[in-house]
């Protein structure tokens, strides 16, 4: 018989809610956890933990709910991470050696630095390019400027600090960058490509009102980013001047999604019997790339192709304010956190409340 994995019992038709002593968790410390962000300032707007398959936790604050909508911010850059593992699996890529020159004729134009022509997707997927970090502790304006005329030609033309490969050093715009590579490969923009390939085989982004939820949100608690524009075609995943899905920001889940999306990774890539990331990109993508992430990283981590990657036991997709995906395999459990910004959540209710509940 084949070996029953977390996915086989992840909630692909439903969630099922459990006592959180029927998984392994202590309820009195999660009682303590619910009291922590009920009161904690700026607030907490939802925690959602899932093991083995089932819903242990799930609470939202401040007149959030299981339908609300929230900017993810920098876990966009995970689910991009998804969508370029899926161009392998379509066969729009077949090598993350990939010269961007060959997707990017603007870089061939770029003549001030010839190392710029050796950079490559890998480059961008684990923050190697090597572009300055000129800029990078000032607002996200500076660091992705989104009414520039060209933004692919502003991006190449920055100066290079380092050789491609040789430093790790976050990014906001090499990630755009991807979801442009993915656009021109495919023929469509990233959030479509995510919708066809990868959303509406997961359940995410089918609720009714999911087009144009900032014009029609309901509950008046829907969280949206500030930065970039709205899409025409009305999918929650917000668009640069040129109406490219923006590669480092900007997409839209409720906490559910979130975890849906995590519990797809908890299972290498696979649900409901079909491979949708592919499971060597899967492992691939969250295991250490570039071990020199470490000195900017939260805690002692490195970093794989777009996920935050805690050898061996875990990894996470980490948003500005404390927007938080963590996916730990060898509990096999998933938790979600959307906050209010600023919120340093995972640094505080890891260690105090999360880690202490686990039973063996």
Known sequence: MAET???????????ETVAPEEVGIKSDILAELDAYARDSMPPIRGILIVRHGRVAFERYYIGCSAETY????????SVLSALVGIAFRRGFLATVELPLVEVFPELANVDDDPRKQTLTLRHLLTMTGGFTTAGLNQPLQANMPLDVPNL????FARPLDATPGERFQYDDLSCHLVSVLLSRLTGMSAAAFAEQELFARLGIWTSEHVRFVWQSDRSKSDGYHIYGRWPEDGRPWKV??????????????????????????????????????????????????????????????????LWWVHSPSFYFGLGYGGQYLHVDPPNELVVAVATTIPRNVPQAIFPRFIRPALLS
Do not use: M
């Open 152 to 155: 692919i030609e502003w991006a």
């Open 5 to 15: 994995t977390a996915c086989d019992r992840w909630p692909a038709d439903g969630w």
């Open 240 to 305: 640069d001047q040129h109406g490219n899905s923006i590669g480092s920001l900007g997409l839209h889940l409720t906490l559910r999604e979130v975890a849906t999306f995590g519990g797809l990774y908890l299972n290498r890539g696979r649900w409901g019997g079909d491979e949708i990331v592919p499971a060597w990109f899967v492992r691939d993508s969250t295991r250490a790339q570039n071990p020199g992430a470490a000195r900017v990283a939260p805690g002692d981590c490195s970093y794989g192709y």
């Open 70 to 77: 929230h900017s993810v911010n920098s876990i966009t850059k």
